[in-house]
């Protein structure tokens, strides 16, 4: 934890504005955020030790703005507060600083690779994740680890973060009916997780395969049945 130099008396999360109110202009950038907060909804259920906020106020200093990032994930935090759930993040009530922010490039540049960088750089956020899909000449995504309070820049596609256990990546895939790239989980192998819409759609294919099994033995034990009737053997009289 950052020494903040704190005041003595701090105001409660619910005393502070929820966000910076300023309007996202893409819709990516709530989209993109979405689809990794919805898989980490199945793939981390079980779990009530991680928070992922977006487009959510992450507060250090209550004289000063907060820091509005497009996504970010905190580990080691209660999941959910109470069924308000939390107005904003705020550090000297959580106690956590987020392991990952993400912020998603628009066609309005907020100075993501310069003056957020640095701020989350100051605030010990350990991967700071850019992405952006106009890029051409160079990487679309950049993932940075905070290394000896330095940001290094990561290689590869997808990134592994071994301290959160999860990989970072992009591909094309569909997402709310739209065919595009999107940003994925991956794990150790570089494997990615599946959306919630796959896994449906997955597990709606292994039902099916179980009724037409199922089916297929039926049909074979009345086969058997008709064989042994065939022979003179009444199958319901075996004992």
Known sequence: MLDYNLPRYLPSAEELPDSDETPVDNELQELIPGLLKAILLILWADRMDWFFGIDMGIYYHPDKPSIVPDGFLSLGVERFYDEELRPSYVLWDENVVPSLALEVVSQTYRKEYTDKLADYEVLGILYYIIYSSRRRRKPRLEVHKLVNGKYELQQGNPVWMPEIGLGIGYERGNYSGVTREWLYWYDAQGKRYLTP???????????????????????????????????????????
């Open 197 to 239: 819409e796959e896994q449906v759609k997955q597990e709606s294919q292994r039902a099916l395969q179980a009724q037409q099994q199922a089916l297929q033995a039926q049909q074979r034990v009345e086969q058997l049945a008709q064989r042994l009737r065939e022979l003179g053997i009444d199958p319901d009289n075996l004992d």
